[in-house]
């Protein structure tokens, strides 16, 4: 960074600034230095988003692809310093890019650290894709766009797409890396697409700026737009120097931080001592270049040319303006519209625009086409996806003699939705051989579909869903398992495709039994199962080869949903990810299923004798195998319901209720664990694994209380009237009573044998409270219980202790109801994007919920601290309660730990409680105090754990992002 000649490199700069300067586009704020630093190019274009943000003043600014964090702090710094009344967005996944590497966890952190101590009153980071946060926002609002990452030009032109009905009439877009030429990166191609229809302007430093108006140049913009070629080259030049002195400032400081951490106080020698002034030359050179432009710029400021001139330019053009033809031609529609009300004029546009519409009828078509589209979307609750440009169709065998291309009716048809759900398929790329030749993975599917008198029309959805495929790497299996129809085989074998092969059987074997004949066929390095009757997305195998590439799993599920007989779409599973007890509860993970062939050798194949349920009874054996296993968050299987199907009806196949039965008897077994798989009475055909308890370990009950003397003496009765379990003992921690009818029942329970009342007379901390009783306690089971609570199962301690015990499982909830009702208080907690909160909360205790959620153990997030059971070992692995967290979310952080660990926390519905719900010191949200104390808490929350920040595994980011109760959007 150090020139030869120092004062001849300044002398060149003060002309360049000044010229810069005279066209309008430096101002104070370009000389601001960014408070945050983090690695990035976009330390170089710093001073022009400094100037950019006092020049519009935005009142809504977005960035996408966040990342780091150093350009969106950079505007929010802006914001702040000149008090703007703005509100600032950063969207992004925070899991990095496939072209980019992936985002370290501790970037987030920093970032988290940095945003929340300065900006988070005015900004927000939102942790989502940037399609899922666009419908946040209304249109024509967002002044100020940046996007950035490197991304393909598909992906990037539809972002920009996709966000442009939000820009106000005065926005401007920044686009980031426009000079970078790799084929992964598209913002420089569509940049220079944009840049030749729009008033833009570009910069060529820190890998290149675009900065674009799509509608109406900002007036502080317009003298940026109009530069000739000579002030565009001093305003480029001008911002290149002030931001390589920023660059400057960064590699100066890391420099200094890293030799301070390696020598410590030591001076440093040799090598590092010369990069050390290096850097401290230019450095200064730098500062030198920033006053003498600040002096520039007050000397600039005082003459007022410029300025004069550019308002004579502007008088100049008014003037001709007024007197051209088309403006005195207008003069009388404008004095009759300037006294016509706001009403009228809207009718006089729309009967404008019909005039228009008939003077160009060539255009008709396209526009019915158009408000056909719209009128179909208001329809559907929900983003609705870009149609697919080609239909299954195109890819199936002419048909045979008698045979008919017609859908049949009341059969599929693209597009219908049912419910407020729709699914259309998915626009194939522009690049998509590109991307995929860039795989470092490119692994073959084997895709086997076992066929018995399988219906015409549904073989060739199911067949041409598999020819449709974007990801070419595949081999379809077919085995007809003797089909009655000799018509099946016919059909299988008109498949003209070198990929497709026909297995045919000499005798009926089953469903297993035909799947295991595929599966020794199978040569590729995966095996995808497909039903006869089903339909695989387009993009479904093109998935699963990315999730291979990004996670390189054994085992690979997505979401799916369901065709109903009448050809609508229904029923949208947006699953968990990898959730062992809920499997045990039910087979969540279905369809699509996806197995790494070397794996299934070592496990196995189908079992003939649980038919029914034969792929519940491999997906169990193969997670025994591995805990390499990957969910793709996107509908990819479209599973078809037909009368007495399981689709339709779980009932509708007995045999099947008892296979899937067996099959956990038999998980069971192998697992060498104790237990009962029995029926859920309030949902026929489902059943539940009841846990033996190991031995009989002691459990201690912990129950912190305060002056709450007929509260707590409710809990323990309920306690020690109703519990089966006998080995326990009930801790209570009295945070300093002193009301005498306290002290009277606290002195009638330490006259219980197991029951015993420690003091703890400090400031109410719930988190150090309750590691005080962990420690005072002797069990090996520990059970946090709210005074506030009352027990009604009877076996609530041996159902609880059954899931603690199981080596993968964390922390136990149970379920609350509020008192006297059947409402739901607690059956699990979901991290929503507003923060932690309780699923289904005041909903029905007895209705199942979101599939089943209410009613079958799944694991969760956290559970809360009122009714909370881990084994010793893992709290204190885990660390205990924090107790920096004294009031709210010490219960979700020690869940969180817990899954850090590599642990699962879970809800047993069997288990109910009554929570009478912060009786002891009152709701979080009832004073300004407490809903303050409440939001630092849950900063701190995710400054922990920024891995969580918007984040739950065991929701789905289909999902509405903050509806405890599982909607769609």
Not at 116 to 136: C, K, N, T
Not at 309 to 322: D, I, K, P, T, V
Not at 737 to 743: G, I, N, V
Not at 925 to 934: D, F, I, P, V
Request: some cysteine; hydrophobic content about 40%; proline content about 5%.
């Amino acid at each position: 960074m150090t020139t030869s000649n120092p004062g001849e490199s300044s002398t060149q700069y003060g002309a360049l600034s000044s010229a810069a300067d005279q066209v309008g586009c430096l101002s104070a704020a370009s000389f601001w230095t960014p408070d945050y630093f983090a690695g990035s190019a976009w330390h170089e274009h710093a001073p022009f988003a400094f100037w950019l943000t006092a020049a519009i003043g935005p009142r809504v600014f977005v960035e996408l692809g966040e990342h780091p964090g150093f350009s969106y702090l950079v505007f929010c710094q802006a914001v702040q310093r000149l008090q703007l009344s703005a509100r600032c967005y950063a969207i992004d996944t925070w899991r990095g890019e496939a072209q980019a590497g992936l985002t370290n966890e501790a970037v987030l952190e920093a970032l988290l650290r940095s945003h929340v101590a300065r900006y988070e009153v005015f900004s927000r980071l939102i942790r989502a894709r940037s399609d899922e946060a666009r419908d946040g926002f209304e249109d024509g609002t967002i002044d100020l766009l940046h996007i950035d990452g490197h991304r393909g030009y598909e992906d990037v032109r539809a972002e920009y797409a996709n966000w442009l009905p939000k820009l106000s009439s005065r926005a401007v877009v920044l686009f980031h890396n426009t000079l970078i030429q790799r084929d992964d990166s598209g913002v420089g191609r569509l940049w220079r697409e944009l840049s030749e229809r729009h008033a833009a302007f570009g910069f060529e430093h820190g890998q290149g700026l675009g900065v674009l108006c799509p509608t109406n140049v900002p007036a502080p913009l317009q003298a940026l737009f109009d530069a000739d070629e000579p002030a565009r080259a001093a305003i480029r030049a001008a911002y290149a120097r002030l931001g390589a002195a920023v660059a400057a400032q960064f590699a100066f400081e890391k420099a200094e931080a890293a030799l301070l951490e390696h020598h410590g106080d030591a001076l440093p020698h040799g090598p590092e001592s010369d990069r050390i002034a290096e850097l401290e030359q230019a450095l200064s050179e730098a500062r030198a270049d920033f006053e003498g432009a600040r002096k520039r710029l007050a000397s600039a400021r005082a003459d007022h040319s410029m300025t004069q001139a550019s308002l004579a330019r502007m008088r100049n053009e008014l003037g001709a303006l007024q007197g051209s033809v088309m403006w005195r031609a207008f003069s009388v529609a404008r004095k009759v519209a300037s006294r016509v009300p706001p009403s009228t004029r809207a009718n006089l546009r729309r009967a404008a625009r019909m005039l228009w519409w008939a003077a160009t009828p060539h255009r008709i078509p396209a526009r019915l086409q158009f408000l056909r589209m719209r009128a179909a979307q208001r329809t559907v609750s929900g983003p609705v996806i870009a149609l697919g440009n080609r239909s299954y169709f195109e890819f199936l065998p002419t048909p045979g003699e008698g045979q008919s291309d017609a859908v049949p009716e009341g059969v599929y048809q693209i597009g219908q939705s049912s419910g407020g759900y729709v699914y259309v398929p998915k626009r194939r790329p522009d690049d998509i051989e590109r991307r995929i030749a860039a795989m470092t993975r490119r692994p073959t599917f084997s895709i086997v579909v076992p066929l018995y008198n399988t219906d015409d029309y549904l073989f060739r959805r199911m067949a041409g869903s598999v020819l449709a495929q974007w990801y070419p790497h595949w081999e379809l299996i077919l085995v007809d398992d003797k089909s009655p129809d000799a018509s099946v085989r016919e059909r299988a074998a008109r498949l003209d495709d070198p990929r497709v092969r026909l297995i045919a059987l000499d005798q009926n074997q089953g469903i297993s039994g035909a799947t295991n004949r595929g599966l020794e066929q199978a040569q590729g390095d995966y095996i995808v199962f497909l039903d006869h009757d089903d339909e695989l997305t387009d993009d479904c195998l093109y998935e699963l080869a990315q999730s291979i590439e990004a996670e390189d799993p054994d085992y690979v599920y997505s979401d799916e949903d369901k065709i109903m007989p009448d050809g609508r779409f229904a029923q949208p599973f947006y699953k968990p990810d990898w959730s062992p007890d809920t499997l045990m509860s039910t087979m969540f993970t279905c369809h699509v299923s996806c197995v790494r062939r070397s794996l299934l050798d070592r496990v196995g194949h189908l079992r003939s004798e649980f038919d029914g349920a034969q792929d519940w009874d491999f997906v169990l054996r193969v997670t025994e195998q591995t805990r390499r296993i990957a969910h793709v968050p996107k509908v990819l299987y479209h599973w078809r319901v037909i009368p007495q199907s399981v689709a339709s009806d779980l009932n509708a196949k007995p045999y099947a209720i008892d296979a899937a039965r067996r099959a956990r008897l038999d998980a069971l077994e192998r697992r060498g664990l104790i237990g009962e798989v029995e029926a859920v009475p309030t949902l026929p055909g489902y059943f539940r694994v009841k846990y033996d308890v190991q031995g009989t370990p002691l459990v201690s009950i912990i129950i912190p209380s305060k002056n709450n003397g007929d509260v707590l003496k409710r809990c323990v009765d309920s306690i020690l009237a109703r519990t089966s379990y006998p080995a326990f003992e009930v801790v209570v921690m009295d945070n300093g009573s002193s009301e005498r009818s306290t002290l009277a029942c606290l002195d009638a329970l330490r006259a219980i044998r197991n029951v015993r009342v420690i003091p703890h007379d400090f400031p109410f901390n719930y988190s150090e409270i309750n590691n005080v009783g962990a420690r005072e306690s002797k069990g090996e089971i520990l059970l946090f219980l709210n005074d506030d609570t009352e027990v009604i199962s009877g076996d609530w301690i041996e159902r609880l202790a059954g899931y603690a015990q199981l080596d993968h499982v964390g922390a136990v909830g149970a379920k609350l109801l509020y008192p006297g009702t059947r409402q739901i208080q607690h059956c699990g907690i979901l991290n929503l994007a507003d923060g932690p909160g309780h699923a289904m909360l005041r909903g029905d205790a007895d209705t199942p919920g979101y599939f089943d959620r209410n009613l079958l153990e799944y694991d969760w997030m956290a559970v809360t601290g009122a009714c909370l059971m881990v084994e010793r070992g893992k709290f204190e692995a885990a660390g205990g309660f924090d107790e920096s967290l004294p009031i709210a979310y010490n219960d979700v952080d020690l869940c969180f730990r817990l899954i850090e660990l590599g642990y699962f926390n879970v809800v047993s519905p069997a288990v109910e409680l009554y929570h009478y719900e912060s009786l002891s010191r009152g709701q979080d949200g009832e004073s300004e105090a407490k809903r303050r104390r409440l939001v630092q808490e849950r900063q701190r929350l995710y400054r922990k754990h920024p891995r969580f920040l918007m984040n739950d595994p065991f929701h789905n980011p289909n999902l509405a992002p903050n509806d405890v109760y599982f909607s769609l959007p």
